[in-house]
C-alpha cells in the first residue's frame, strides 16, 4: 500500500464483497432451489432458504434426470468426465510429440507442418459445423466417444506451449544424452517429460474444463440420451417449456455440472492460473 | 520461429510419426472441413437436394442482400461492445481494489476466479432461472418494483439476459490479467507520485491506467473473440437467438440456417465470413497483442 488511507481501505472491501456477493448470487439461488421440490419453486417469489429435500432431488436426478426423460444424469456425468478426459489427455499428448519433433529434428517440410497446426487457431468448431459434423458422420462417429473427442483434440495452443517451454531446455541435456547413447524417445521420456510436468499440470487444468465444458460439439454429434453430456442434458431439460420443467431438478443438475470443473479450478489454483497465462502467451 | 535448438536428433522418419496424429486429425477434421466449406459457399443445391450448381459468389451477394443477415451483423456488434466494455469494465474495478487490499485478497481472488469452470450454457440456465417471468426471483424483483420484464417478449431485455450471463462468466478471466497487470506495475512509481501530491484517482488516470493498456488491449481482442464465438451455449441455452432475430449472433445464425433450415450453401457462405473475421482477429492478437502484454 501506498499511503494509508481508511476510508478508500473500507470502500475496497465493501466493494469487492458486493462484487463476491453477485457473483455468487445466481449459484447461491441454484443451490437453494435444488434443496426444494417443484412446487416450492414455482411459487413467486421463491423462498431464499435452502429446503429440506437435498438428497432425494440429487439421488432423483443421478438415477433418472429430471421428469420423464430416462437418461440419469449419472450417466451424463460419466460420459462428460470421459470426454474432458480424453480430450485434455489426447490434447496434451499428441501436442506434446509435434513439438518435441518440431523442436528437436530437422527434416523437410517442419514448417509446413509447424503452420498447418498454428492455422487451426484460426478454424474454430463454429466456423466449420456443418462440414465437420458431415465428416464425423461419414465415418460412423455419432454418438460415440470417438466422435465427441477426436475432433476437438488438435491443439495449436498447446503445441506452441511445449515447442515454447523445450526451447528453453538447455542443449547440454541432450548432447549429454547424445553422448550416453539415449536414443530420441529415451531422451523424451527421460528428460523432456519429466521437465514439462508443471506445464503439462497447468494445461490440464485448462484443458480439462474446456473439454468439459464443451457445448456445440456435443449437441450436434449425440443424438442418443445415453451419449449426452452434462451440459447437454439440461439444455434438453428446459427446452420443454416451463409448465413441463422440473426446475428443482433443473437446478440440481446444474449444481452437478459446475462442481467438477470448479473443484478442479479450486483445488488446482496455481496451475490453473498458470495454465490461463500460458495458454494466452 | 525465432529461437532454434542447435542439439538435435538425426532420423529420417521419427519426425513424421510423431507429428502424425496431430496431423491426422488437422486434415481430417480442420482442413477438409474448411476447404468444404468453401467450395459449398459457392454452390447451390436444387430443392430436393439433388444436383450441385456452381454459383460463384452469388451466395455472398444474397447473404449481404439478406437484411435478416445484416440484422444479425448489428446484433453481434452490439453484442461484444457491450460484453467486452461491461466485462473490461467491471473486472477492472474489482482488480484495482482487490490490488489495494493487503488482508484477505487471496479469499477475495478465488471467491472471484471460480465462474470460469462455468459452462457458457450452465452460466445461461443459471441467469435464466432468475430471470425467468413467471418464477425467476429477479424478475419477480424487478415487476414489483414496475418494470414491465418479460425477455421472452422484449427483444432489448432478452439481450440483456445474454450479456449478463456472458459477463459474469468472463469477469473472472479479465479479473485475473488486470490483477496480474496490476501487480507488475512498479511501485516506485506510484510512490513518487505519492510524495508529489498525487491522489489515488489522479494515480490511477495518469500512471496506473496508462501502464495497463497493453493488458487492456489483450483483453479488449479476447473478449471480442470470447462474445463472438464462445457464447453459442449461452445464446442456445437461454434465448435460442430470439425473441425474433433480438439476440441472433452470427455464429448461432450459421448453426440455425445449416442445421434447422438446411440451406447449405448460405451457410456455408456464413462460414466463410466468420473465418475471415477469426481469421482477422487473431492476426491482430498475434501482430500487435503478443509482443507488448507483459506479465
Known sequence: MIENRPLLTWISYIVLTIGVAIVAFPVYVTLVASTRTAQEVLQAPMPLTPGTHMLENYAAVLAHGAGESGAGVGRMMVNSLISALVIAIGKIAISLLSAFAIVYFRFPFRRFFFWMIFVTLMLPVEVRILPTYKVVADLGMLDTYAGLTIPLIASATATFLFRQFFLTIPDELAEAARIDGAGPMRFFWDVVLPLSRPNIAALFVILFIYGWNQYLWPLLVTTQEDMYTTVIGIKRMISGGDAATDWNLVMATAMLAMLPPALVVLLMQRWFVKGLVDAEK | ?295
Do not use: C
Open chain 2, 1 to 295: 520461429m525465432a529461437a532454434e535448438k542447435r542439439a538435435l536428433f538425426r532420423s529420417q522418419w521419427l519426425p513424421y510419426a510423431l507429428l502424425l496424429p496431430q496431423v491426422i486429425v488437422t486434415i481430417v477434421f480442420f482442413f477438409l472441413p474448411a476447404g468444404q466449406a468453401l467450395i459449398q459457399s459457392t454452390q447451390i443445391q436444387d430443392a430436393f437436394g439433388g444436383s450441385l450448381q456452381f454459383v460463384g459468389l452469388d451466395n455472398f451477394r444474397d447473404l449481404f442482400n439478406d437484411a435478416l443477415y445484416l440484422e444479425s451483423f448489428k446484433v453481434t456488434a452490439l453484442f461484444s461492445i457491450l460484453v467486452a466494455g461491461l466485462g473490461l469494465t467491471i473486472s477492472l474495478i474489482l482488480a484495482v481494489f482487490a490490488d489495494r487490499v493487503v488482508r484477505g485478497a487471496g479469499v477475495y481472488k478465488t471467491l472471484l476466479i471460480w465462474p470460469y469452470a462455468v459452462a457458457p450454457a450452465i452460466a445461461a440456465v443459471l441467469w435464466l432461472f432468475l430471470f425467468n417471468p413467471t418464477l425467476g426471483i429477479v424478475a419477480h424483483w424487478l415487476t414489483s418494483a414496475g418494470v414491465d420484464w418479460n425477455y421472452l417478449l422484449y427483444g432489448n431485455q432478452a439481450l440483456m439476459l445474454v450479456v449478463i450471463a456472458a459477463v459474469w462468466k468472463q469477469v473472472s478471466y479479465n479479473f485475473l490479467f488486470f490483477l496480474a497487470g496490476l501487480q507488475s506495475i512498479p511501485k516506485s512509481l506510484l510512490e513518487a507520485a505519492a510524495i508529489d501530491g498525487a491522489g489515488p484517482v489522479k494515480r490511477f488516470a495518469t500512471i496506473v491506467f496508462p501502464l495497463l493498456s497493453p493488458t487492456t488491449f489483450f483483453l479488449l481482442v479476447v473478449n471480442i473473440v470470447y462474445a463472438f464465438f464462445d457464447t453459442f451455449g449461452i445464446i442456445d441455452a437461454a434465448t435460442s437467438g430470439g425473441p425474433g432475430q433480438a439476440t441472433e449472433i452470427l455464429v448461432y445464425k450459421v448453426y440455425k440456417d445449416g442445421f434447422k433450415g438446411l440451406d447449405l450453401g448460405g451457410s456455408a457462405a456464413q462460414s466463410v465470413v466468420l473465418m475471415t473475421i477469426v481469421i482477422t482477429l487473431t492476426v491482430i492478437q498475434f501482430r500487435y497483442v503478443e509482443r507488448k502484454v507483459q506479465y
